[in-house]
C-alpha cells in the first residue's frame, strides 16, 4: 500500500510561481512511475508530468518550458515547480504513484488558483 499527501498548492496571480511536493509513505519501488495530474472544474483529470526513479520525464505540452518535476527516492518525495503560472493552469493537483503492472495510488489532491 502507497498513501500520498499532496502540499504547497495555493492562490497565487497570474506569473507567479508554486511549488508542490508530494509525500509517500508505503513501499516505492525502483520500477515506479510517479506523476502529477490535474483536474479541473468541469473538465476530466488530465496527465501534467511524471518521472521514473532514473530521472526519466514527460511533460505535458502545455507545461513544458515552464515546470519541473523532479523527485527524492531517498526521502520518497516528489516536486512540481510550477513557474509562469497562467489562470488556465488552475486546477486540483493530483500526485500519483503507478506500479509496473499498472495499479495506480492517488493522493488526495490540492487546490492551485491563479488570478488573472
Known amino acids: 500500500q502507497v498513501q500520498l499527501v499532496e502540499s504547497g498548492g495555493g492562490l497565487v496571480q497570474a506569473g507567479g510561481s508554486l511549488r508542490l511536493s508530494c509525500a509517500a509513505s508505503?513501499?516505492?519501488?525502483?520500477?515506479?512511475?510517479m506523476g502529477w495530474y490535474r483536474q479541473a472544474p468541469g473538465k476530466q483529470r488530465e496527465l501534467v508530468a511524471t518521472?521514473?526513479?532514473?530521472?526519466?520525464?514527460i511533460y505535458a505540452d502545455s507545461v513544458k518550458d515552464r515546470w519541473t518535476v523532479s523527485r527524492d527516492n531517498a526521502k520518497k518525495t516528489m516536486y512540481l515547480q510550477m513557474n509562469s503560472l497562467k489562470p488556465e493552469d488552475t486546477a486540483v493537483y493530483y500526485c500519483?504513484?503507478?506500479?509496473?503492472?499498472?495499479?495506480?495510488?492517488w493522493g488526495q489532491g490540492t487546490q492551485v488558483t491563479v488570478s488573472s
Open positions: 500519483s504513484v503507478r506500479r509496473i503492472d499498472s495499479s495506480t495510488y
Open positions: 508505503g513501499s516505492i519501488f525502483n520500477t515506479d512511475t
Open positions: 518521472i521514473t526513479s532514473g530521472g526519466s520525464r
